[in-house]
Structures are given as C-alpha cells and as structure tokens.
C-alpha cells in the first residue's frame, strides 16, 4: 500500500519547495489578464499489487483471498506457505500488510513492521516501501525514524518500485536545503515506473524550470497523463495550461470540463477558478447562484476570495434561492 503521508503531503512539499511556482492570487480576478493560476492539491492512491512470489509464481490463494477480502483465509494460506518456505517473501509481506490494515486481527503497526523488515531483508522491495511507509509515520508505538525509512525507500527504489521512488523525492525536497535536481530524477523514474502522482509532480518541476530544464510542452504532456489518471491536482495544473495555451494548444471549453471535474471532487482551486467564470460568463454562460456557490465550497476548503465575495454577495431572491438548491444538493441535505 502507499505512503498515506508522505503520498498526501507531496503536492504541498512540491509547491512549497517551488518558490516561484504561480498561486492563487485569491484577492484579484482568475481572469486577469485572460489567464489562470495554479496551485495544487493532494490526490489519493489506489494501492499497488503485491510482487510476485520469488519463485515467479503469483501470489496465489493468499493474495486472491486478501483481494477478495477474505483476509482470515489470506492470513492462514499465508502463513501455511510461510511454514513450507520460510523464505516466501511475498507471503510474510502479506502477513505485515494483514497486521497494518488491521485485517483478521487487531491492527498492530509494530507487528507488522516485523514481518515487512524480514521480507525486506529477504529482497522483497514492496515490503522494504511498507517498512519505510511505517517508519517514517511512526505510528502505533512504533519509533519515527526518517534515516532508517529513507533507507528501506532506497532499498526497494533499487528495484525500480515508484512508490518509493516518490517519497525518495518527497524526501529531497523537504530536506534543510531542497535537492530540486534530484527531487526531479526521482519523479522521472517514478513516473516511468507507472506512478501518476510522480508525473505530476515532475510535469510542474518541469513547466518551472526547477532542477530539471524548463519544457513546458513536456510538463504539458506529462500533466495530462496525471490528470487523465484522476490525479486532482494534474488535473487543476494541466487545465488551466490548457485554458490559457501554455504547452498544448488553447482549448478553454476543454479546460473548464477539467476543472468541473476536479471542482466536483472538492478542489478548492478547481472550484475558485469556476466561480470566477460563472460570474464572467466566459466559457460557460454568467450565473451568479453557482458562482456564489462553487465559492462558497472553495472558502470551506480553506481558499477566500475577497473579489468573489463581492460580486456574488447581492444575489436576487431567485438566484439566492438556486444558489441554497445547489448547496444542498452538493453536500446532500
């Protein structure tokens, strides 16, 4: 399973790194000077199959009962398998990733951080990428410990593992003095490995210049697998390079369905930049109830537009009236 927090800080660690990255500018209008700006937002992750067993076989019961989520078969097919070769790697990560999901038995972090360091020592790179996970969270009794995680990280980014080729770069960046041109390698060679977060984080090193050279065409295309991958943030950044041309040909109509989207999933961001278009009627025809709302959701996320908040807060009793409609049909009340 991936990093739940390193994973979910990446795209802040990215952006703060990136001094000169453009943010919003929430004061003035999103249609100054008929552009954008970008910012980014944290994506989740749907977790990575488990490797092969050492012996080129796959994971078989063990893994397809765990997938089924019949995790007490999977934990006793394991451990029968465990019994026959105490060297199945692929089985004693299993075991670990039961004991951290807390599947079968009692959630136990530092129980399974037994069974990921034995697998690890075995070879095994998802069970070194666990074990870092565990060790750089901390959790569950079990010490934080940055060094050691960032070891495991480099053991299984031997392997060529994206995830932990990620964090190695979330890892660089937030060091004392950020390492962008390492940072930058590290995502690369995640993105190659099939990580869609990676090559989103890569795409806005590369629109900026930041320890890669700039190539806003590449940082285009590679922003555009992230966000056909669903990655929120890619999609937000590649929408509003496409609205305003930069590095793909200009398709606003295209962009906006883009931020709907990424609007619909709780981007503030996606949702600020709507609500800017509903009230300039660009792209999209001027309403002001939905510009009204789609700031309202982006204030809850934490984004305040003083500009918005102005041009939405003389609404008629008809556009009030929608404005309260669409509110609670989005949060369902």
Known sequence: MRISLALALLPALVQSALAQAPTPNVASPLLNLG???????AAPALPPPLPPRADGKPADLAFGAYQRGNFL???????????????????????????RDGAAVGRNELEASKWFRIASGLGDPEAAFELGALLLGGAGGLARDPTGAKAQFERAAAQNHPGALYNLGVMALGDE?????????YFLRAAQAGDDNAAYSYGVMEREGKGVAQNVTEAARWLKRAADAGVIAGQVEYAIMLFNGVGAPRDEPGAVEILKVAAAKGNPI?????AHLYVAGRVVERDLAKAAAWNAFAKAGGLTDEG?????????PEERKRFTQIVRERIGF
């Open 35 to 41: 552009g954008l700006g970008a910012g980014p937002a």
């Open 73 to 99: 078969i999977a934990l006793q097919e394991a451990e029968r398998r465990i019994d026959e070769n105490p060297k199945d790697a692929a089985a004693i990560t299993l075991v670990g990733v039961i004991y």
């Open 177 to 185: 003095k950020p390492d962008y041109a390492r940072a930058a390698q």
């Open 270 to 274: 996606a949702q600020n930049r709507l």
């Open 308 to 316: 918005l908040d102005v041009q939405t807060a003389n609404l008629t």
